[in-house]
Nanobody, 127 residues
Framework: QVQLVESGGGLVQPGGSLRLSCAAS????????MGWFRQAPGKEREFVAA????????AYADSVKGRFTISRDNAKNMLYLQMNSLKPEDAAVYFC????????????????????WGQGTQVTVSS
C-alpha cells in the first residue's frame, strides 16, 4: 500500500510558476505508475500528467503540454509537477495518484486506473 501527500500549492499570478510535490510512503514506489489530476469547483476531476514507474514514459493533457513537466525521484519516493506559464484556468485542487505497475511502462490517463490518491493541494492563479 502507498500513502501519498501533496504539497507546494498556493497563490500565483498568471504567467507564474509553481512546483508541486507528492511524497509517497512505502518501499516500492519505483513499482508504481504515477499521475497528477486536478479538479476545479463544479467540474469533474481531469487528467493532467502521468509518468511510468521508471520515468521512461510520460503523458500530458493537451491543455498543459509544453507548460507542465512531470518527474519523479524513485530514490526519494517523490513525484513532482513543474507548472510554468500558469493560466487562470489551471486553478484547481491538484491530486497525485498511483497504481502498481509491471512492465511495459504505463502512463494511465483515467482516474479509475489509479488505486491510491493523495488529499490534494490547492492551486490558485489570480492577479
Amino acid at each position: 500500500q502507498v500513502q501519498l501527500v501533496e504539497s507546494g500549492g498556493g497563490l500565483v499570478q498568471p504567467g507564474g510558476s509553481l512546483r508541486l510535490s507528492c511524497a509517497a510512503s512505502g518501499r516500492t514506489f519505483s513499482s508504481y505508475a504515477m499521475g497528477w489530476f486536478r479538479q476545479a469547483p463544479g467540474k469533474e476531476r481531469e487528467f493532467v500528467a502521468a509518468i511510468s514507474r521508471n520515468a521512461i514514459s510520460t503523458a500530458y493533457a493537451d491543455s498543459v503540454k509544453g507548460r507542465f513537466t512531470i518527474s519523479r525521484d524513485n530514490a526519494k519516493n517523490m513525484l513532482y509537477l513543474q507548472m510554468n506559464s500558469l493560466k487562470p484556468e489551471d486553478a484547481a485542487v491538484y491530486f497525485c495518484a498511483g497504481v502498481y505497475s509491471g512492465p511495459p511502462p504505463r502512463t494511465p490517463r483515467r482516474s479509475d486506473e489509479y488505486d491510491y490518491w493523495g488529499q490534494g493541494t490547492q492551486v490558485t492563479v489570480s492577479s
